[in-house]
Each structure stands twice: as structure tokens, then as C-alpha cells.
């Protein structure tokens, strides 16, 4: 193992290879705490957001996931240089635009934009659609071919609203439709990212799913990158193509989709997957969940060594005291335990029974509606789809 | 459990088509219940009707989107509508007692040592002035004719049974010390510090990250049991209700569109609505699907509900049901296996069909 003294993350070419549109170095962000009346000296810093790397290619879906505290959101916010960040190096469509000045930036803020959680907060209430849609092309002055009026229209109208509703303000509009408008102004100047945070987390299941949908069409059309920010690992494992985990401010695990999900790695990612719960109550019942005890520690003062070693149910139970020493003071590295599968524990571990679950098929004997109906019980088989829940437990 | 479950397969389920639910000698019983609010524009119908019972041990979920009535349903059997300008209708029957009549008095007196609320959001339910430990005491004060000293013991002991660590010393801590999944401990502390038979939880974990949340749920199971109280989870998620709840009442538009066992509803549901749910969330035990089916449209306004079916504007199988009756006429909640009720105008063995060969397979 490593010593942790050069902190070799890795670079963010690594991690996504050549041609990315977007890459995130070492990012940090720091919230100082003051103290004193008059000289405010530094007594700390909240670390909000403490060395991450990725990269994201045009049209690609990356999520952030982590629980309340975690920094994924501070994460985006310093992406689209709404925070400043305190060191790294982001790398947007070829130009470094950590240090820009904002009259550097306003132009390129016409490719990167930003769609909020709460559609309540994030639409001005003395304005009308029309005005709020509009508002990116007259920052930006953009040109448009029929007008601005025309061009928010079918604006709205691609995004499922009313063309003629354009006059209207945001309370008139139900939760769903007013984040329809915030995906309309987002998506206004056809930007080629897009930062999403918690995007659907207010609105109903019902609701979400529509909005969901309405996100992936317009990605495909207008070729769209997304930071997808959010909680909710279901909706993360629906949309994104590859996942970042994230634990007090630092990338637990980074990997595709698809390994992510049958084959997690990292014991929080773990806990994280146990403890969503599934619509199905026998299996709920069957299933072995993770209780991850006590409280995210604070980022003023993160614990030593692994920052998740003071929850970790592995350090906890199965560890012994030399291992669980390399926890409490040996940094771990984001590192490639697999192909492409990137995770930053000591002793990480392929755990098949956490992984979602691909379709058991409904046994009809579950459903007595079939036996109600006894002519054509439609018995549908389980498709012949390989897990992928790796056995393979890869161990460094 | 599974007795009930023979009885369900055994009996034709045609039979109980024209039966209506029955009642019994409940611990709670909720008749009819509504609650209009008259406003300006209208009169608002936030509960039209509702009627479920809770008993002791029991965990019952109410289920439905924003504005459902699922809040006020609950709202009105703690008789918080009192003194607003919300007209009340229907019975409800709490251990023996009729609550929609009774006056403010004889409700302060069971609110809090019979019957306790959990709120969604613990950081604008606790009172940012006081301690943690004080507020759970006073509840206990009110109720109870013991010192202060001794008020103090039981809510520590309280806030240890919530898994607080060092309560003593946090009974001192002002909410703000508090973190969110701690806060919420502190929130089901004070409701159960009396011991209520009755605890109505209101979204107790929408605020809460997953892993809090299993710690929450996985505390309010156990509570029910060592506690013996029967309790009321609010929520939105049907993977919460899956996880905790024994019976469930789907609620739509101010009303119950369907009610039955966890199991019933969640392996033989009947109504339309409730496949919609199940089908617009994405599951991570289920193969990842290409694409989500959202129900279409939005909620319906409580000022002006749709006529027939609240659900019809936007149900796929209106046609499925001769003579428009579902823009016409307003179905009733029928009985449809023992326990299990749907109010649907498509026959129950066509709803079945519906169910096993278009719905299941897409879910």
C-alpha cells in the first residue's frame, strides 16, 4: 500500500480517458471559520468538497450520489463556478476555467448550465415564464432565427408546457410543470453540460418519472452532458452511465453504471444500497440490510486516515487491529481495483447479495390474481439475464 | 396472516363485489371522513370520504402524492382542525371515544399521552429556544403529576431509547446541536414519552437521507412492538411502506382508491392508480428499465374534482368500461377479496386480468 504523504489521485485523463468534455482535478472547496470582532483570523475550515477528481465526455450521464452533508451539491455549484473553488483544476471543453475572471466566464456560461431541486426557490415569482425562459438569451445576447418570443415558445412546448402560457407566472404552475420550466431555461442556449442538482427530488414518484423522461429525451437530442446530483440511488442507477459515490467531500467509489450496481466495492457504497428500500414486501423482508450507525462526522474535523472508518461496518466487525490501524491513519486512494472501477478503501470487496437485483420475475404463485384468473396466466419467466454479480471477489 | 390468505384464494372473490366493507370495534376506526375547507376560491375537498381502522401492534400506511389528503386525514384525527375554519364530517372512534365531536379540552387531554404526532420536518417542530431534553419533559409534565427531576429521568431514558448517545448530556443540547437523523429521534422521543397508544407519523423520513432512514423505520418497528401502539406512517414511498406497514389505504384526490394487506397491494393491486405508482418509480430490484412510465397529467385540483372517477383524466382503461361511466358516475369502494377494497369501475376478474397480462409484466 501506498504511503499517503504525495497523495497520488488519480488524474482525471485516467479516470476517463482522452477527448473528455468536462475534468475535474483535485477539486477542493473550503469554507473558512472565522473568528474575532475586528482581525478575523482563520481558526478551520469546513471541507466541504476535499479532492475529488472525474471527467465526463459530451452526452454522458455522471451521477453524484451521497448522503445530506457529503459535498456532492457544493461539488456542482464549484463546477459552474458559482463557488469558487479553493484548489484544483477544472477543465472545460478544453479551456482551464478555474481561474477565470467573470467577465471571462459569462461567455462560456452559455454551455454550462444548471437546473435546481427546488422549483419553488429557483423561478423569480414577479416574473413570467415567458420573461424567465427568455432571460439566457438576452444575457447572453443571443441570436435567435424567429425571435425570442418564438424561440421560448417551442421552448415550452418541447418541454411539455403550454406555448400559450408564456404570460403567466410561476405560481400558476403545479411542482412538476414549474421544473419543466427550469429544464426550459437550462436548456435554452442548447449548453453542452448541464449540472442537475437533486432535479426531481421534490416533485411525486409520478411526476419525477415524467421529468426523468423528459431529461433523457432532450439529452439525445440536443446532446446534452448531465451532473446528475441526487440521494435517491434508484433514480442515479436510471439515468446515469457512470456513478461517483461521495463521503464527507471525498470520492468514495467512481465506476460505470452497471458495475456500480451488481458489483459495489466500497462498504459505504454498501450501506448506501442496503438501506434503499424496495417496493416488494417479501423481499424486503428477505433482505439483509447494513445499519449504519451514528451520525456523518463533522468536515470541520474529518477522521483520520479513512474518513468512513468511524462508521465502517467492516472496521467494525470484521477487521483486525493490524488492518483497522491502516484505516484510523493511512489516507486511502482512489485507486483501480478493477477495470475502470476506481475505489478508495483498504480492503474493498465485491458484495454480490447487495447488489440490485436484476428481475427475479413475480412467481404467479405470488400473485393470486392469477389463479383467479386461470385461462391465460400470463407466467412470465425470468429473463435469461446474467446478474453480473461478479463472484469474482476482487480484494487488493 | 396466512388464515387470511386462504380465506382470500378460497372464496370468490365475485361474491364480495356487491358486499360493502364492514366495520368493527377497532381500536381506531375512521368513518366517512371529511374535511372542506371554504376558501375564496371554492370549497377545498382535502378528505372526501375516507374510512380505515388501525389496530393495536399495527402498522398502517397511507400512501398517495402531494395533495392526496393523506396530512389532513391525519390532522383531523389528532383534532388539529379545531378552531380553524375546516368543516369536519364523519366519525372517528378512538378506543371507545368519538374524536370529531369531542371539545378542544378532552382533545388536549389525549393529545400527547394517548394519541402523538411525529412531523415530517424535526427542524421547524422542535422550538429553537429550548433544550432538546425540556421540550420531550414537558410533554410528560402535562400529563403526568411528577417533579421535574423525575420528568427529566424518563425523557433521558427516552432519548436513550431512540438510540441518542450520551442522553444525559444531550438532554442540555439546543436543537441546532442536533443533527437531521438525530433531530428526528428526538421528535419520536417526545411523541412516545407518554406512551401513546396512537402514533400517526407524518413523512417521518422524507427529510432524513437512506441510511438514517432504515435506522428510523427499523426504531418505529421495534416501537410498535415493545409499545404495543398502533401506529399511522405517512409517506410517499411505496418501498417505505413495503419495509414497515402491514395494511395500506392509497389515497388519491381526497379519497381512498384502495386499501387492503401490504401484500395485497403490492402483488394483486387492483386499481389503476396504484399501477401507476408501481410502474413510474425505478426500482433497484428490477432489471434497469430503457425508459419510466409516468402516470400522464397532473393531480387533480381539490376545488374542482374530476366528475366519476377522481383517477379518470388520467386512467389508461377508461374505455375498458361501457357507457363513459367513469366521467359519469363515482365509483364506490368495494370489497374485493377479504380485507382488500378498490374503487374502480372495471369488474374485479377483468381488473385481475388487466393486472397479470398488461400491468405485471411491465413492472
Given at each position: 500500500m501506498t504511503q499517503p504523504t504525495d497523495l497520488a489521485q488519480p488524474t482525471a485523463a485516467e479516470v476517463a480517458g482522452p477527448g473528455a468534455l468536462l475534468t475535474v482535478e483535485n477539486l477542493t472547496k473550503h469554507f473558512p471559520i472565522k473568528h474575532g470582532l475586528l482581525i478575523q483570523r482563520q481558526?478551520?475550515?469546513?471541507?466541504?468538497?476535499d479532492g475529488v477528481s472525474f471527467s465526463l465526455n459530451a452526452g454522458e450521464t455522471l451521477g453524484l450520489v451521497g448522503e445530506?452533508?457529503?459535498g456532492k451539491t457544493t461539488a456542482g455549484r464549484a463546477i459552474t463556478r458559482l463557488l469558487e473553488p479553493t484548489s484544483g483544476r477544472i477543465v472545460f471543453d478544453g479551456v482551464d476555467?478555474?481561474?477565470?475572471s467573470r467577465s471571462q466566464m459569462r461567455p462560456r456560461r452559455r454551455d454550462i448550465q444548471m437546473i435546481f431541486q427546488d422549483p419553488y426557490s429557483s423561478l423569480?415569482?414577479?416574473?413570467t415564464i415567458g420573461t424567465i425562459v427568455g432571460a439566457p438569451f438576452h444575457i447572453q445576447g443571443a441570436k435567435t432565427e424567429r425571435g425570442i418570443k418564438a424561440e421560448v415558445q417551442a421552448l415550452l412546448e418541447r418541454v411539455?408546457?403550454?406555448?400559450?402560457?408564456?404570460?403567466?407566472?410561476?405560481?400558476?404552475?403545479?411542482g412538476g410543470q414549474r421544473q419543466r420550466i427550469g429544464v426550459a431555461r437550462a436548456v435554452a442556449l442548447r449548453p453542452k453540460l448541464i449540472v442537475c442538482d437533486?432535479?426531481?427530488?421534490?416533485?411525486?414518484v409520478s411526476i419525477q418519472a415524467q421529468v426523468v423522461n423528459l431529461l433523457e429525451d432532450l439529452q439525445s437530442e440536443f446532446d446534452l452532458a448531465y451532473i446528475f446530483v441526487a440521494h435517491d440511488l434508484s433514480v442515479v442507477r436510471h439515468i446515469a452511465d457512470r456513478v461517483t459515490v461521495m463521503y464527507l467531500g471525498k470520492v468514495m467509489e467512481l465506476t460505470d453504471r452497471d458495475t456500480l450496481y451488481s458489483a459495489p466495492m466500497h462498504p459505504y457504497t454498501h450501506a448506501l444500497m442496503s438501506a434503499v428500500?424496495?417496493?416488494d414486501p417479501r423481499k424486503e423482508n428477505r433482505r439483509q440490510r447494513i445499519l449504519l450507525t451514528g451520525d456523518l462526522p463533522s468536515p470541520i474535523n474529518p477522521p483520520s486516515g479513512c474518513v468512513f472508518h468511524t462508521r465502517c461496518p467492516k472496521f467494525r466487525e470484521i477487521l483486525g487491529d493490524t488492518e483497522r490501524e491502516q484505516c484510523t491513519t493511512v489516507v486511502p486512494l482512489v485507486e483501480a481495483?478493477?477495470?475502470?472501477h476506481f475505489v478508495a478503501c483498504h480492503f474493498p470487496e465485491v458484495r454480490a447479495d447487495i447488489a440490485a437485483a436484476e428481475?427475479?420475475?413475480?412467481?404467479?404463485?405470488?400473485?393470486s390474481a392469477a389463479a383467479m384468473a386461470p385461462t391465460t396466466a400470463d407466467q412470465r419467466s425470468a429473463p435469461p439475464l446474467d446478474t453480473g454479480s461478479a463472484d469474482s471477489g476482487a480484494t487488493t | 396472516m396466512s388464515d387470511q390468505k386462504e380465506a382470500t384464494l378460497g372464496?370468490?372473490?365475485?361474491?364480495?363485489?356487491t358486499e360493502r366493507p364492514t366495520e368493527s370495534g377497532a381500536f381506531l376506526s375512521v368513518r366517512d371522513l371529511r374535511v372542506h375547507f371554504k376558501t375564496d376560491d371554492g370549497v377545498?375537498?382535502?378528505?372526501d370520504g375516507i374510512s380505515f381502522e388501525v389496530a393495536r401492534g399495527r402498522i398502517l400506511g397511507i400512501v398517495g402524492e402531494s395533495g392526496s389528503g393523506k396530512s389532513v386525514t391525519s390532522q383531523a384525527i389528532l383534532g388539529?382542525?379545531?378552531?380553524?375554519n375546516a368543516q369536519v364530517s364523519g366519525e372517528i372512534w378512538f378506543d371507545g371515544r368519538e374524536l370529531v365531536a369531542a371539545s378542544e379540552a378532552d382533545m388536549r387531554k389525549l393529545r400527547g399521552s394517548e394519541m402523538a404526532m411525529i412531523f415530517q420536518d424535526p427542524l421547524s417542530s422542535l422550538?429553537?429556544?429550548?433544550k432538546v431534553g425540556s421540550q420531550i419533559a414537558e410533554a410528560y409534565l402535562v400529563h403526568n403529576h411528577v417533579s421535574r427531576r423525575e420528568a427529566r429521568r424518563v425523557s433521558v431514558e427516552m432519548l436513550d431509547r431512540v438510540g441518542i448517545p450520551n442522553p444525559d448530556s444531550r438532554?442540555?443540547?439546543?436543537?441546532?446541536?442536533?443533527s437531521g437523523g438525530m433531530r428526528q429521534r428526538a421528535m419520536i422521543a417526545m411523541a412516545l414519552v407518554c406512551s401513546p397508544k396512537l402514533l400517526i407519523a407524518d413523512?417521518?423520513?422524507?427529510?432524513?437521507d437512506v441510511t438514517v432512514q432504515a435506522q428510523i423505520l427499523e426504531l418505529m418497528k421495534g416501537l410498535a412492538k415493545e409499545f404495543n401502539s398502533a401506529i399511522i406512517l405517512i409517506t410517499h414511498d411505496l418501498g417505505v411502506v413495503a419495509e414497515t406497514c402491514e395494511d395500506v389505504v392509497v389515497m388519491y384526490g381526497g379519497q381512498c382508491v384502495e386499501k387492503g394487506p401490504v401484500d395485497d397491494l403490492f402483488?394483486?393491486?387492483?386499481?389503476a392508480y396504484t399501477w401507476g405508482l408501481l410502474g413510474s418509480m425505478p426500482r433497484l430490484d428490477r432489471t434497469r428499465q430503457a425508459r419510466l412510465t409516468p402516470i400522464p397529467g397532473t393531480p387533480p385540483s381539490l376545488i374542482q374534482v374530476p366528475r366519476g372517477c377522481v383517477f379518470n383524466p388520467r386512467c389508461?382503461?377508461?374505455?375498458?368500461?361501457?357507457?363513459?361511466r367513469c366521467v359519469t358516475e363515482h365509483p364506490d369502494l368495494l370489497?374485493?377479496?377479504?380485507g382488500h377494497e378498490v374503487r374502480c369501475h372495471i369488474p374485479g376478474p377483468e381488473r385481475r386480468q388487466i393486472f397479470t397480462d398488461e400491468i405485471l409484466p411491465t413492472l
Amino acid at each position: 500500500m501506498t504511503q499517503p504523504t504525495d497523495l497520488a489521485q488519480p488524474t482525471a485523463a485516467e479516470v476517463a480517458g482522452p477527448g473528455a468534455l468536462l475534468t475535474v482535478e483535485n477539486l477542493t472547496k473550503h469554507f473558512p471559520i472565522k473568528h474575532g470582532l475586528l482581525i478575523q483570523r482563520q481558526v478551520g475550515a469546513v471541507r466541504a468538497v476535499d479532492g475529488v477528481s472525474f471527467s465526463l465526455n459530451a452526452g454522458e450521464t455522471l451521477g453524484l450520489v451521497g448522503e445530506s452533508g457529503c459535498g456532492k451539491t457544493t461539488a456542482g455549484r464549484a463546477i459552474t463556478r458559482l463557488l469558487e473553488p479553493t484548489s484544483g483544476r477544472i477543465v472545460f471543453d478544453g479551456v482551464d476555467i478555474t481561474k477565470l475572471s467573470r467577465s471571462q466566464m459569462r461567455p462560456r456560461r452559455r454551455d454550462i448550465q444548471m437546473i435546481f431541486q427546488d422549483p419553488y426557490s429557483s423561478l423569480n415569482p414577479r416574473h413570467t415564464i415567458g420573461t424567465i425562459v427568455g432571460a439566457p438569451f438576452h444575457i447572453q445576447g443571443a441570436k435567435t432565427e424567429r425571435g425570442i418570443k418564438a424561440e421560448v415558445q417551442a421552448l415550452l412546448e418541447r418541454v411539455g408546457l403550454n406555448p400559450e402560457h408564456y404570460n403567466r407566472y410561476p405560481h400558476e404552475f403545479s411542482g412538476g410543470q414549474r421544473q419543466r420550466i427550469g429544464v426550459a431555461r437550462a436548456v435554452a442556449l442548447r449548453p453542452k453540460l448541464i449540472v442537475c442538482d437533486e432535479p426531481v427530488s421534490a416533485l411525486d414518484v409520478s411526476i419525477q418519472a415524467q421529468v426523468v423522461n423528459l431529461l433523457e429525451d432532450l439529452q439525445s437530442e440536443f446532446d446534452l452532458a448531465y451532473i446528475f446530483v441526487a440521494h435517491d440511488l434508484s433514480v442515479v442507477r436510471h439515468i446515469a452511465d457512470r456513478v461517483t459515490v461521495m463521503y464527507l467531500g471525498k470520492v468514495m467509489e467512481l465506476t460505470d453504471r452497471d458495475t456500480l450496481y451488481s458489483a459495489p466495492m466500497h462498504p459505504y457504497t454498501h450501506a448506501l444500497m442496503s438501506a434503499v428500500p424496495v417496493p416488494d414486501p417479501r423481499k424486503e423482508n428477505r433482505r439483509q440490510r447494513i445499519l449504519l450507525t451514528g451520525d456523518l462526522p463533522s468536515p470541520i474535523n474529518p477522521p483520520s486516515g479513512c474518513v468512513f472508518h468511524t462508521r465502517c461496518p467492516k472496521f467494525r466487525e470484521i477487521l483486525g487491529d493490524t488492518e483497522r490501524e491502516q484505516c484510523t491513519t493511512v489516507v486511502p486512494l482512489v485507486e483501480a481495483k478493477a477495470d475502470g472501477h476506481f475505489v478508495a478503501c483498504h480492503f474493498p470487496e465485491v458484495r454480490a447479495d447487495i447488489a440490485a437485483a436484476e428481475d427475479e420475475g413475480i412467481s404467479v404463485a405470488e400473485t393470486s390474481a392469477a389463479a383467479m384468473a386461470p385461462t391465460t396466466a400470463d407466467q412470465r419467466s425470468a429473463p435469461p439475464l446474467d446478474t453480473g454479480s461478479a463472484d469474482s471477489g476482487a480484494t487488493t | 396472516m396466512s388464515d387470511q390468505k386462504e380465506a382470500t384464494l378460497g372464496t370468490p372473490a365475485v361474491d364480495f363485489e356487491t358486499e360493502r366493507p364492514t366495520e368493527s370495534g377497532a381500536f381506531l376506526s375512521v368513518r366517512d371522513l371529511r374535511v372542506h375547507f371554504k376558501t375564496d376560491d371554492g370549497v377545498v375537498k382535502a378528505v372526501d370520504g375516507i374510512s380505515f381502522e388501525v389496530a393495536r401492534g399495527r402498522i398502517l400506511g397511507i400512501v398517495g402524492e402531494s395533495g392526496s389528503g393523506k396530512s389532513v386525514t391525519s390532522q383531523a384525527i389528532l383534532g388539529l382542525h379545531k378552531g380553524s375554519n375546516a368543516q369536519v364530517s364523519g366519525e372517528i372512534w378512538f378506543d371507545g371515544r368519538e374524536l370529531v365531536a369531542a371539545s378542544e379540552a378532552d382533545m388536549r387531554k389525549l393529545r400527547g399521552s394517548e394519541m402523538a404526532m411525529i412531523f415530517q420536518d424535526p427542524l421547524s417542530s422542535l422550538h429553537p429556544f429550548y433544550k432538546v431534553g425540556s421540550q420531550i419533559a414537558e410533554a410528560y409534565l402535562v400529563h403526568n403529576h411528577v417533579s421535574r427531576r423525575e420528568a427529566r429521568r424518563v425523557s433521558v431514558e427516552m432519548l436513550d431509547r431512540v438510540g441518542i448517545p450520551n442522553p444525559d448530556s444531550r438532554y442540555d443540547d439546543f436543537p441546532h446541536q442536533f443533527s437531521g437523523g438525530m433531530r428526528q429521534r428526538a421528535m419520536i422521543a417526545m411523541a412516545l414519552v407518554c406512551s401513546p397508544k396512537l402514533l400517526i407519523a407524518d413523512e417521518p423520513t422524507t427529510a432524513l437521507d437512506v441510511t438514517v432512514q432504515a435506522q428510523i423505520l427499523e426504531l418505529m418497528k421495534g416501537l410498535a412492538k415493545e409499545f404495543n401502539s398502533a401506529i399511522i406512517l405517512i409517506t410517499h414511498d411505496l418501498g417505505v411502506v413495503a419495509e414497515t406497514c402491514e395494511d395500506v389505504v392509497v389515497m388519491y384526490g381526497g379519497q381512498c382508491v384502495e386499501k387492503g394487506p401490504v401484500d395485497d397491494l403490492f402483488y394483486r393491486p387492483e386499481m389503476a392508480y396504484t399501477w401507476g405508482l408501481l410502474g413510474s418509480m425505478p426500482r433497484l430490484d428490477r432489471t434497469r428499465q430503457a425508459r419510466l412510465t409516468p402516470i400522464p397529467g397532473t393531480p387533480p385540483s381539490l376545488i374542482q374534482v374530476p366528475r366519476g372517477c377522481v383517477f379518470n383524466p388520467r386512467c389508461r382503461f377508461t374505455e375498458r368500461v361501457p357507457g363513459n361511466r367513469c366521467v359519469t358516475e363515482h365509483p364506490d369502494l368495494l370489497v374485493t377479496a377479504a380485507g382488500h377494497e378498490v374503487r374502480c369501475h372495471i369488474p374485479g376478474p377483468e381488473r385481475r386480468q388487466i393486472f397479470t397480462d398488461e400491468i405485471l409484466p411491465t413492472l
